[in-house]
């Protein structure tokens, strides 16, 4: 009697999303990182659409904020002087 041959297992992805990896950061490390200071920051979030990342309630008495949202917002920021710049560049460029 001949034995089947044997199969190796199939390694299937799992239907679950992959989890990015982040952390949440609190006020004092917010203002490090973005050179801005509490009340700038919460100015900032108050506006409509809001102009800086929303924080997250940790618990009632506790609020972070998303890593990746507070670096995408320093990011944004020095794209657009950059873009400034570049235009301010431009302009003076075109006008001689």
Same mark, same amino acid.
């Given at each position: 009697? %001949?034995?089947?041959?044997?199969?190796?297992?199939?390694?299937?992805?799992?239907?679950? %999303?992959?989890?990015?990896?982040?952390?949440?950061?609190?006020?004092? %490390?917010? %203002?490090?990182?973005?050179?801005?200071?509490?009340?700038?920051?919460?100015?900032?979030?108050?506006?409509?659409?809001?102009?800086?990342?929303? +924080?997250?309630?940790?618990?009632?008495? +506790?609020?972070?904020?998303?890593?990746?949202?507070?670096?995408?917002?320093?990011?944004?920021?020095?794209?657009?002087?950059?873009?400034?710049?570049?235009?301010?560049?431009?302009?003076?460029?075109?006008?001689?």
């Amino acid at each position: 009697m %001949e034995n089947p041959p044997m199969s190796l297992p199939q390694l299937v992805h799992s239907a679950r %999303e992959v989890v990015r990896r982040d952390r949440l950061i609190r006020l004092p %490390e917010v %203002e490090r990182v973005t050179s801005i200071r509490k009340s700038t920051i919460y100015s900032l979030m108050s506006q409509t659409p809001p102009a800086f990342p929303r +924080c997250v309630q940790v618990t009632p008495r +506790c609020v972070a904020w998303p890593e990746s949202a507070v670096l995408q917002w320093v990011q944004d920021r020095i794209a657009q002087a950059q873009d400034a710049s570049a235009a301010a560049a431009a302009a003076q460029g075109a006008s001689q």
